[in-house]
Nanobody, 129 residues
Framework: QVQLVESGGGLVQAGGSLRISCAAS??????????MGWFRQAPGKEREFVAA????????HYPDSVKGRFTISRDNGKNTVYLQMNSLKPEDTAVYYC????????????????????WGQGTQVTVSP
């Protein structure tokens, strides 16, 4: 089992920045063996892919809606994945979830929510106009 705990959400004005974190833990857990992703869900909307990173941290992927504004990174020594969000817009308001999936392929990332096995509880990000 893998436990994921997000933190760092909050209220920010449009154009501002925020960094959210996701700390992973588990028994006999090797964080670098897990590809990680960030998803978000706004009220009344479906969960949306935001960013993904491979286990070795060498590959990342973003949808067009956040490309150039958001950056995913990871520190395998701290079992933590980050999402740096810049130039935030009101439409970025949502609950942000991190997710993990075991993979033997250290350079692979995944953008489908159904691929992921473990999810955090989410952290609220609110962007005011």
């Amino acid at each position: 089992q893998v436990q994921l705990v997000e933190s760092g959400g909050g209220l920010v004005q449009a154009g501002g920045s925020l960094r959210i974190s996701c700390a992973a833990s588990g028994r006999t857990f090797s964080f670098s063996r897990y590809a990680m992703g960030w998803f978000r869900q706004a009220p009344g909307k479906e969960r949306e892919f935001v960013a993904a990173i491979s286990g070795n941290g060498g590959n990342t992927h973003y949808p067009d809606s956040v490309k150039g504004r958001f950056t995913i990174s990871r520190d395998n020594g701290k079992n933590t994945v980050y999402l740096q969000m810049n130039s935030l817009k009101p439409e970025d308001t949502a609950v942000y979830y991190c997710a993990a999936v075991y993979t033997p392929y250290g350079s692979s990332w995944y953008d489908l929510s159904s691929t992921y096995d473990y999810w955090g509880q989410g952290t609220q990000v609110t962007v005011s106009p």
